[in-house]
């Protein structure tokens, strides 16, 4: 065999491929000890998660407002603000990567607070461009009874083909 | 387009997203197909979609521990066991999916979850378990998935030397899925292996001529042209080689390969000059890999075979020169390895873009270590390292964040336990159970005089004011009138003080009966207030209490996680320090396989200059 063809071969056998991440040698004591310490992380990560809402918003008082979107064709949203009995209480200005991830069909914790029992005006602006890439502005007004239960509120964009218009929805999640 | 290494086909493919390939499934950003029931989950794929693992897994798993996945339990398993397996938690994420297949689950969960072990057993390297996975397999999953399981049973085939079931297997993915491409190279790879070379010749073929601009496939395409053209070659077709050589990009990391190929293909076609133009072109790239080495090595055969010996010892001259100097080049770069510290100075794009690599030349250190050592650098053993590196490097970051929130935590828990203490005389005044007891009595007495009046039908307790003040007037008429009667007669002033007594009695009396339920009503609502009172006492009490042993609690919690951040922190500084040996130890031993190469390469052309000068010092004696 030539020096070329043997280069062939050796070359041939050096390029065989797989999509997927050919497993290293996952006995090694230090995968070993990467995936213990990664094991723990993530139990570590959700006790302080849940340890953190507990000091801050305790379950009576809970408040959160989520935001999500369906294919976002009619409506490109740039902003959105949240006002609580007319104070406002956030803003996002949301990037590309956001935008995608709605998209797709992510859901977004837009706000977690706390809120006293009884009536609330809840208003949400919804700032960005709409069909034909005009400027679009649009506020929603929700009335909420907040009782001694965690609170979840969605914020639903959803394209209408049939107005070519975006619509905005409220959820009460139970 | 976002990084090949942060969106991994395996999970893409869990989430039964109807795409294929890496950097294509993220430039296409398809919609996710299952429809969000619970909010952790949708809030999940929000991080997961931004390439938040940790930040998915932590929702998922915050979201479990709070009961909040009640409507898409065995979804969210499916999507925690990928991000497991993303995550490098290979375990994990088998036992996730094996709790999945103890619950009750719809025909078609079922066949997800089989898939996705299969897929685990599979990069795991364990191919019987995966293959047993695929086995159970009885109904056709989503597109994307069908595609990626045709892929996995064609591979499994492969590895167990049954070509024909391996062709078939791969038949059945679509020519427009990302798959297929993987699947025909290594079929096309291994038939040539087989000694079928026509076959995996045109198979590869037929993958170099797929549309596509996906970077990936790109550089597939790239591998598939240079092996075509280096079996065209050895099979005496340097024609056919140089059509398929010349299909490779200029800024290919297969380019110097390529190269070196095209010079020895004129070479085979009789065509000196031209080879020399490519070698010497390569030469004059300057890239520090073996190909470019090996072109000064052919450059001085090529002279030698054009006749031309004084330059072929040159050439050959050059060459040691030059060896000697990579080599010297070499030792300095491993001498350099530790202190450049790779795993924090590479980029993050994988493939080594042309625009990256522009961007290193500020660091000619660097930039010198990384070019030389591009191939092993884009390498699956070195890039899953640097991934392992990065992240431990995030969860130090996790940590560090959590460690400086733990004082705000112990302050805001401070703060709410000296709201509560300062409100504590208030909470003790009510909670005055003395006074309590005092209302009680109070109510006992009030009970008894009810019982009284009742059974001694005194009408005249139940007077109102006004009434009561008549009796009073009426009273003191009466004391009048006994003290006058002694001076003079006040028979008349009796009659009229008897007339009014008896009407106000009769008033009162007739009245009783309603007056007295009124009475025993205000009675009950007494006894009423009296119990909820004591009840609102005992709540209260009880809720300070609970309250008070909620802040111990949280105390003991916020204490329990601040010293196991610190002992994480401890393990995680040294597993930091052992992934930056690992990292350096494989730059090292790339570099030097590479200097072992170059001491041959050295070694043959000394040879071949001992030889000419040999040659040369005999003709010039010969000569008279």
């Known amino acids: ?174 | 387009m976002m990084p090949v290494s942060t969106c991994h086909p395996f999970l893409i493919s869990t989430l039964g997203l109807l795409l294929s390939l890496p950097l294509t499934l993220c430039a296409q950003q398809e919609r996710h197909e299952t429809r969000v029931q619970d909010l952790a989950y949708g809030t999940s794929l929000f991080h997961l979609f931004q390439q938040k693992k940790l930040a998915a897994i932590t929702e998922l798993t915050v979201a479990d521990e709070k009961g909040m996945l009640k409507n898409q339990r065995a979804d969210a398993d499916l999507l925690l066991g990928s991000l497991y397996f993303e995550y490098g938690l290979p375990k994990q994420t088998a036992d996730i999916f094996n709790q999945l297949l103890e619950h009750e689950l719809s025909t078609e969960t079922r066949h997800k979850v089989w898939f996705n072990l299969a897929r685990v057993e599979f990069e795991q390297e364990n191919f019987d378990q995966a293959e047993e996975y695929l086995s159970r397999l009885k109904q056709p999953l989503s597109a994307a998935q069908e595609s990626q399981r045709h892929y996995i049973q064609s591979s499994l085939q492969l590895n167990n030397g049954q070509l024909a079931d391996a062709i078939q297997s791969a038949s059945a993915i679509k020519p427009d899925d990302s798959w297929y491409a993987y699947a025909q190279y290594n079929l096309g790879i291994a038939q040539i292996a087989a000694g079928d070379s026509a076959s995996g010749l045109n198979r590869l073929k037929a993958l170099a001529e797929l549309k596509t601009r996906d970077k990936e496939l790109l550089a597939l395409q790239d591998a598939a042209n240079l092996v075509v053209g280096l079996i065209a070659m050895s099979q005496n077709n340097p024609d056919d080689g140089l059509a398929q050589l010349r299909k490779i990009s200029i800024k290919s990391p297969l380019t110097s390969k390529a190269l070196l190929a095209t010079g020895t293909a004129w070479s085979r076609k009789n065509e000196p000059k031209k080879a020399l133009a490519y070698w010497q072109l390569l030469i004059k790239r300057g890239q520090p890999d073996r190909a470019t080495l090996e072109a000064s090595l052919v450059t001085a055969d090529a002279y030698e075979q054009l006749g031309n010996k004084a330059l072929a010892a040159q050439a050959y001259d050059l060459a040691v020169k030059l060896y000697e100097q990579q080599s010297l080049q070499l030792d300095q770069i491993i001498d350099s390895i530790p202190a450049l510290e790779l795993y924090n100075s590479l980029p993050d794009d994988r493939l080594f873009s042309e625009a990256t690599i522009g961007s290193l030349k500020n660091n000619p250190a660097l930039f010198k270590t990384l070019t030389t050592l591009q191939q092993t650098i884009t390498g699956q053993p070195f890039q899953q390292a640097l991934q392992q590196y990065r992240e431990l490097l995030e969860i130090a970051d996790t940590m560090a964040t959590w460690e400086g929130s733990l004082p705000a935590f112990e302050l805001m828990l401070r703060e709410r336990r000296q709201s509560f203490t300062s409100k504590q005389p208030l909470v003790e005044k009510a909670l005055d159970l003395q006074q309590l007891d005092q209302y009680q009595h109070q109510r006992q007495a009030l009970a008894a005089e009810v019982n009284r009046i009742e059974q001694q039908q005194d009408f005249l307790a139940l007077a109102n004011a006004t009434e009561t003040d008549y009796l009073q007037q009426l009273d003191e008429v009466k004391s009048l009138l006994e003290r006058l009667q002694q001076k003079r007669d006040v028979t008349q002033e009796r009659e009229k003080y008897r007339l009014l007594f008896g009407l106000l009695y009769w008033d009162i009396s007739t009245d009783f009966a309603p007056r007295f339920w009124k009475l025993k009503q205000q009675l009950l609502q007494l006894d009423s207030a009296l119990q909820q009172a004591t009840a609102s006492t005992l709540s209260v009490q009880q809720a300070s209490s609970r309250y008070e042993q909620r802040l111990d609690a949280l105390n003991q919690r916020i204490l329990q996680q601040e010293s196991e951040i610190k002992r994480l922190q401890s393990s995680l500084s040294e597993l930091i320090l052992r992934q930056q040996q690992v990292i350096n130890q494989l730059a090292i031993q790339a570099l030097q396989q590479r200097k072992k190469n170059i001491s041959q390469l050295q070694l043959s052309a000394r040879y071949s200059l001992a030889r000419l000068y040999d040659e040369l010092s005999t003709q010039s004696k010969k000569k008279p």
């Open chain 1, 1 to 174: 065999m030539s020096q070329f063809i043997r280069f062939a071969v050796i070359l041939c056998l050096s390029l065989l491929i797989s999509p997927f991440a050919s497993a290293q040698d996952a006995a090694t004591a230090l995968q070993q000890s990467i995936q213990d310490l990664k094991n723990d992380v993530l139990k570590l990560n959700k006790n302080l998660f849940i340890l953190e809402e507990d000091l801050l918003f305790p379950a009576n008082t809970q408040f959160s407002v989520f935001l999500s979107m369906d294919s976002g064709k009619l409506f490109t949203l740039d902003s959105v603000q949240l006002k609580i009995d007319e104070k406002v209480i956030a803003s996002h200005l949301y990037t590309e990567r956001e935008l995608e991830a709605l998209k797709r069909g992510g859901v977004q914790r837009l706000y977690i607070g706390n809120l006293a029992s009884g009536k609330h005006e809840i208003i949400a602006i919804f700032s960005g461009k709409g069909p034909n890439k005009r400027d679009y502005r649009r506020g929603e007004n929700i009335q909420i009874e907040k009782g001694s239960d965690p609170q979840f509120i969605e914020l639903q964009i959803i394209d209408d083909p049939t107005k070519e218009q975006p619509i905005f929805k409220t959820r009460v999640w139970e």
